[in-house]
């Protein structure tokens, strides 16, 4: 480890976050590799260490021989001031060497509220925040994730984003990029050539023009790029890369346990949910390759734990036969299995009964609004019946402790559907005293977590005004008044940090020196409520002349040019639109198993889609 990090670790209050060597990460010799890669989490280790994402890419990088891929997080605000004061500027875990010296800096974007960690990121490591001001090949400051679908407002700081799956898009870069270093080609030259990969975004290759009202007028490629930028996805899942293995951490992390992933997309179509039409087309993973790789991960972490993870869990097709699979080995290697994103309308008695061997920490689920109206605009498909009969079913098998989450300021809301939420968490507290199942001798408790609906690209609801502060915090107070059980505990989201999520969510390039300006006064770990500094980023705002409201309290004209328009993910805007006019008539959408309904994510896949296995 290097000396001079080394002397801080005693001064700051997790040295784990900065020490490297656990179980399982890589260590290479730098001069056996041509490339050496920074995968950089804009968050603290234990968030960054929980991404599946993450953990994926590091180790397809590090497969290939001609490449070292570290790990880098956002150091904490006291490791940070030690390191300015003591002239350290970032490194990576494995080697402790400075990122400013790697070929390649790739960050994933996972939430908008991370965006001045990158910038705060690449000073500590000596490295200039913006593109044009980068003039070599390397460092080559790279991005992918969610977040990248709308890039722009991060646009002057990335030289490239990967919208849509890095499996594959990530390795044919790394070939390039070796291609072009070895033979000494400039920044402009690589960039050219990259722009011609599908799945590669060159930000500065693309110039906007606006129109007096601000709305966008035009956008332009340049270079040979192409008009349209395509996502890319992963046809098959059996055979795609997925590790063997995962980094072990020595502190506690937010999910510390074997993560499977089982398929991508979801097939539900609720009209408020980004991942679920980002991650389309829905491509299943055959339940003998999860099995097998399950197996795998708990044979060489050591965990006990291991996560199913999808959008929608019980809606894998083969969830039964994959559980009695790993059943038949992980009761025996006392290694639990946990089963996030399920849904309350297929709780089948049978999931019922392979659950009751689980760990009984509790039970997840999401109606997400509090009437049926509600539900049916935003295509939830999900009847208050299910949800009671759902929760008998609970009870009845031994949980006692039931999390509901619901979203606050969607469509065509009303004051009638918050205090639904209160009277649906009421009637759940009911079923339970009124089972006569129930467990003997204790009692229950009833989570409401409300987030406050921020509208995003490649949504029905992308054309959106998004709800006030003023008017969420009215809201919320509304709900605190509606409950009337101490069984029921009630807990929502800052509306100030949706208000500038929902400001970057669908903003244009002129964010980018707001950005810059919050950064320089300060802002970093903006989804930190003891970091977030609502005062600086409002100063930023009208320091640069930028009325943030323009991007949140304005509802969208359907033909207006928006900020993504140049970016194809498979989805048409036109059907968008039709999702957007039956949400207010109120009209549900059947789910893709039931009828495929043409949103067109599958041309990127050949025409296939496993909505209709």
Not at 264 to 274: L, P, S, T
Not at 332 to 350: A, Q
Request: charged share 30%.
């Amino acid at each position: 480890m290097n000396k001079k990090v080394e002397k801080l670790l005693p001064l700051v209050q997790k040295p784990g976050r900065y020490t490297g060597g656990e179980l399982n990460s890589v260590i290479k010799n730098p001069k056996d590799v041509d490339i050496r890669f920074a995968f950089c989490f804009p968050d603290t280790y234990e968030i960054g260490m929980s991404h599946l994402g993450m953990k994926i890419l590091y180790s397809l990088l590090n497969k290939r021989e001609d490449t070292w891929c570290e790990r880098v997080f956002a150091p904490w605000v006291d490791m940070e001031e030690l390191m300015r004061k003591n002239n350290v500027p970032l490194f990576a875990l494995e080697s402790s060497d400075e990122i400013k010296d790697f070929d390649v800096i790739g960050f994933t974007l996972q939430y908008e509220l991370c965006y001045t960690n990158v910038l705060n990121m690449l000073d500590l490591a000596g490295v200039p925040v913006r593109s044009a001001d980068r003039k070599s090949l390397t460092p080559l400051v790279i991005g992918g994730g969610p977040c990248v679908c709308n890039a722009e407002p991060i646009a002057d700081f990335f030289d490239l984003t990967l919208p849509g799956e890095g499996e594959e898009v990530l390795n044919e870069l790394m070939n390039l990029f070796k291609e072009y270093k070895k033979k000494g080609a400039s920044k402009e030259e690589f960039l050219k050539a990259a722009s011609k990969i599908e799945g590669v975004y060159v930000p500065s290759f693309y110039e906007f023009s606006y129109n007096d009202d601000n709305t966008i007028k035009s956008v332009t490629s340049s270079n040979g790029a192409p008009e349209r930028v395509r996502k890319r996805i992963i046809s098959d899942l059996d055979t795609v890369f997925y590790p063997e293995s995962f980094v072990v951490p020595f502190i506690d992390i937010v999910h510390d346990r074997a993560v499977e992933e089982i398929f991508r997309g979801c097939i539900r179509g609720c009209r408020f949910c980004q991942a679920g039409f980002l991650y389309r087309p829905i491509r299943e993973k055959s339940s003998d390759t999860v099995n097998k790789q399950c197996r795998s991960l708990c044979d060489t972490t050591g965990y006990d734990e291991i996560s199913l993870s999808s959008l929608s869990t019980s809606d894998y097709t083969q969830l039964q036969s994959l559980l009695e699979g790993i059943f038949s080995w992980s009761e025996d290697d006392k290694v639990s299995v946990s089963l996030p994103s399920l849904r309350v309308d297929n709780f089948s008695d049978e999931l019922m009964e392979k659950l009751q061997k689980v760990r009984k920490s509790g039970l997840t689920f999401a109606p997400e609004a509090g009437t049926q109206r509600l539900r049916d605009a935003i295509n939830k498909n999900v009847t208050e019946r299910e949800v009671i009969e759902t929760s008998r079913k609970a009870f009845s098998g031994g949980w006692t402790n039931v999390k509901l989450y619901f979203m606050m300021g969607l469509p065509t809301e009303t004051n009638e559907d918050v205090v639904g939420i209160a009277d649906l968490a009421q009637k759940v507290v009911d079923e339970f005293y009124k089972n006569p199942n129930k467990p003997k001798g204790k009692g229950v408790n009833v989570s409401i977590s409300v987030s406050c609906f921020v509208p995003k690209p490649f949504t029905p609801f992308q054309w959106e005004a998004q709800d006030t502060m003023e008017q969420l915090k009215a809201k919320q107070h509304l709900l605190l008044e509606s409950v009337k059980s101490r069984k029921i505990s009630v807990s929502y989201h800052d509306a100030r940090t949706s208000f500038l999520e929902g400001v970057f969510a669908r903003g244009d390039r002129r964010l980018c020196d707001v950005m810059e300006r919050a950064w320089r006064k300060g802002c970093r770990f903006d989804s930190w409520d003891e970091c977030f500094s609502f005062e600086k980023w409002m100063e930023a705002f009208e320091e640069c002349g930028v009325d943030p409201y323009f991007y949140t309290s304005r509802k969208r004209s359907y033909d207006e040019i928006l900020p993504w328009d140049h970016m194809d993910y498979g989805i048409s805007n036109k059907f968008f639109q039709k999702e957007s006019e039956k949400a207010y008539q109120s009209v549900t959408t059947p789910h893709c198993r039931e009828k495929c309904n043409a949103c067109g994510a599958n041309k990127l896949n050949g025409g296939k889609c496993d909505a209709l296995r």
